[in-house]
T-cell receptor
Framework: DTAVSQTPKYLVTQMGNDKSIKCEQN?????MYWYKQDSKKFLKIMFS???????INETVPNRFSPKSPDKAHLNLHINSLELGDSAVYFC???????????FGSGTRLTVV | KQEVTQIPAALSVPEGENLVLNCSFT??????LQWFRQDPGKGLTSLLL?????REQTSGRLNASLDKSSGRSTLYIAASQPGDSATYLC???????????FGEGTQLTVNP
């Protein structure tokens, strides 16, 4: 299946831990994104990569570090997790910078 | 900075009714606008993408329009069905390289 795949789907962890969320797309898209959906269901951009190059870096804590080893992958590493990091994190991709987006199914992160 | 607003926040209709969901954006120099559907606990499914040069797009029972001069987009759903129940999100892009800015969504319930 052609899709944007995120792992894990659910992640429960303790405060202070470091965790990673992986994202892969097999659509041949050039651009990938990370979005955060908070408890009020509002979606907000975190990062955007085009051809492995960071092009959007919103005001997120530097505990969040994206890594794009190639065009098909954009992973999100989070250090020293805090309670406020609990949210659903969505990966997305688009063919080019101006194209429509395809979203993954999300990773529900719960920090306890 | 683009801001996107959706009205109403929630809508409940009987099955078979035609309905309109509204989306407003602040910057008329919009590059494109995309409508998504999100089912509870799921990811986002792209419904329609309208480029700035287009006035509307249609897919099955869905029709989305774009009026840049008034800063509005509407999503028309014909002959609504219980399976249409979901949260509908609109999102606008200012330029090809900018972020996709989301509205807060309209939660639609279609009652059998």
């Amino acid at each position: 299946d052609t899709a944007v795949s995120q792992t894990p789907k659910y992640l429960v962890t303790q405060m202070g831990n470091d965790k990673s969320i992986k994202c892969e797309q097999n659509l041949g898209h050039d651009t990938m994104y990370w979005y955060k959906q908070d408890s009020k269901k509002f979606l907000k951009i975190m990062f955007s990569y085009n051809n492995k190059e960071l092009i959007i870096n919103e005001t997120v804590p530097n505990r969040f570090s994206p890594k794009s080893p190639d065009k098909a992958h954009l992973n999100l590493h989070i250090n020293s997790l805090e309670l406020g990091d609990s949210a659903v994190y969505f990966c997305a991709s688009s063919l080019t910078l101006g194209s429509g987006y395809t979203f993954g199914s999300g990773t529900r992160l719960t920090v306890v | 900075k683009q801001e996107v607003t959706q009205i109403p926040a929630a809508l409940s209709v009987p099955e078979g009714e035609n309905l309109v969901l509204n989306c407003s954006f602040t910057d008329s120099a919009i590059y494109n606008l995309q409508w998504f559907r999100q089912d509870p606990g799921k990811g986002l499914t792209s419904l329609l993408l309208i480029q700035s040069s287009q006035r509307e797009q249609t897919s099955g029972r869905l029709n989305a329009s774009l009026d840049k001069s008034s800063g509005r987009s509407t999503l028309y759903i014909a002959a609504s069905q219980p399976g249409d129940s979901a949260t509908y999100l609109c999102a606008g892009k200012e330029t090809s390289g900018s972020r996709l800015t989301f509205g807060e969504g309209t939660q639609l319930t279609v009652n059998p």
